[in-house]
């Protein structure tokens, strides 16, 4: 008992020490934009990452630089300039896939789409990156609401385009948990614990200090800038090739997660046109290797099985379903704003080398330049379509 009286006064003593600490070196009281509500965000970071030589077959550069301005976006060159206003902003929202945080900034596909319209002759277009790490159409709502619609106001005119880049992510809405029911969207998306971790991760400087003593391998510059090395852990150790399955093209969904996930996708397009008037809104269904949706009757999964459980034994099928989803949700809404809002199906347009993704999922090399390039010749149709 002495014992325990002993150990709550060593706390009580030392409290005050911590949190004084905290507040004096955190980042508590230093104002940030809206992204840092945000899970998984970043906002003012220049980090340099240098790859392990298993990347070089996916033709990486040996060190990329990854970079996020202020108010969190990535490649908003026309910021820069004082004419910015002539410049009209193609903003697009997403995942990892989007933000691609192990691709160096000139090779995402964004700025490769950006300078795939500049050959065309439309200079006047910036290609803003706004993905977002593991978010999806319950995040991208948040952020809309809580990060876009206040940091873009000021230049709310010259947004053109919000494209949307719905993927992998949305399978979160439909995964089973260990005991075969389905997951609480409510409970499984930007809850308030998660919300918690990521003010912590954020601004305490205890969390940054004990970080940096685990942390893997790195080296500092003399500039200061810190190089943080990527293993081959995060590559994918099997060939696509090797795991085509056909299973019959069928899945058995939770009506009601079905008519949850309908009713948050609809709101994510509605608000997007409320707060943003004068943008078209594009929803992009993207290319997924892991999968093949050529044939209505079957879908090919092309992922070992201790890949598949991570996410469900029904992936493929899953993912399939969210497209057909979103695309009677689109079609309905078309029908009130025929030259508002638009259905992108990328998976159906293109077809990328396995080398060009360096897992099941994320594009990096050649996928990044196919993505790109065909994204960019549909945005420069739809443009001379539309004008």
């Given at each position: 008992m002495n014992s325990f009286i002993k150990i709550i006064k060593v706390i009580l003593y030392t409290?005050?020490?911590f949190l004084s600490t905290e507040i004096i070196l955190g980042k508590w009281l230093i104002q940030k934009p809206k992204v840092s509500m945000l899970p998984s965000s970043l906002y003012s970071e220049k980090i340099k990452f240098k790859f392990s030589k298993e990347w070089g077959k996916y033709k990486t550069k040996e060190f990329i630089t990854y970079t996020r301005d202020e108010l969190g976006y990535r490649g908003?060159?026309?910021?820069?300039?004082?004419?910015?206003?002539?410049?009209?902003?193609?903003?697009?929202?997403?995942?990892?896939?989007?933000d691609q945080r192990f691709e160096d900034d000139t090779a995402t596909w964004t700025e490769i789409m950006e300078n795939y319209l500049d050959d065309k002759g439309l200079n006047y277009i910036d290609v803003v990156n706004g993905g977002v790490d593991g978010h999806t159409t319950y995040g991208y709502l948040q952020s809309i609401e809580n990060w876009h619609a206040n940091d873009l106001n000021f230049i709310k005119t010259n947004i053109s385009t919000i494209i949307f880049n719905i993927g992998i992510n949305e399978v979160k809405y439909f995964i089973k948990n260990n005991s075969g029911e389905f997951k609480d969207i409510n409970k499984s998306h930007s809850s308030k614990l998660e919300i918690l971790k990521n003010h912590i991760i954020n601004n305490s400087f205890f969390y940054s200090y004990l970080k940096s003593l685990v942390k893997g391998e790195q080296i500092i510059y003399d500039d200061g800038s810190e190089v943080n090395i990527i293993d081959k852990s995060r590559l994918r150790n099997w060939d696509f090739k090797e795991y085509y399955e056909k299973i019959p093209y069928s899945v058995s969904l939770d009506p009601t997660q079905v008519e949850n996930y309908k009713m948050h996708f609809q709101k994510l397009i509605l608000r997007t046109k409320d707060l943003f008037p004068y943008?078209?809104?594009?929803?992009?269904?993207?290319?997924?290797p892991a999968c093949n949706f050529s044939s209505?009757?079957?879908?090919?999964?092309?992922?070992?099985?201790?890949?598949?459980?991570?996410?469900?034994e029904s992936f493929c099928?899953?993912?399939?379903?969210?497209?057909?989803?979103?695309?009677?949700?689109i079609n309905n809404?078309?029908?009130?704003?025929?030259?508002?809002?638009?259905?992108?199906?990328?998976?159906?347009?293109?077809v990328i080398n396995d080398e060009g993704f360096y897992d099941f999922i994320h594009p990096v090399g050649i996928g990044n330049e196919i993505i790109g390039n065909t994204f960019g010749d549909y945005l420069f149709k739809l443009m001379?379509?539309?004008n």
């Open positions: 409290l005050p020490f908003w060159e026309s910021k820069l300039y004082k004419d910015s206003n002539i410049y009209k902003l193609i903003l697009v929202i997403g995942d990892s896939t989007t943008s078209k809104i594009i929803i992009s269904q993207p290319y997924i209505k009757s079957y879908i090919v999964q092309r992922m070992p099985n201790s890949e598949k459980k991570k996410y469900s099928k899953l993912i399939k379903e969210v497209f057909n989803n979103q695309e009677v949700i809404l078309k029908k009130n704003y025929p030259k508002k809002i638009y259905l992108y199906k990328m998976y159906e347009n293109v001379k379509n539309i």
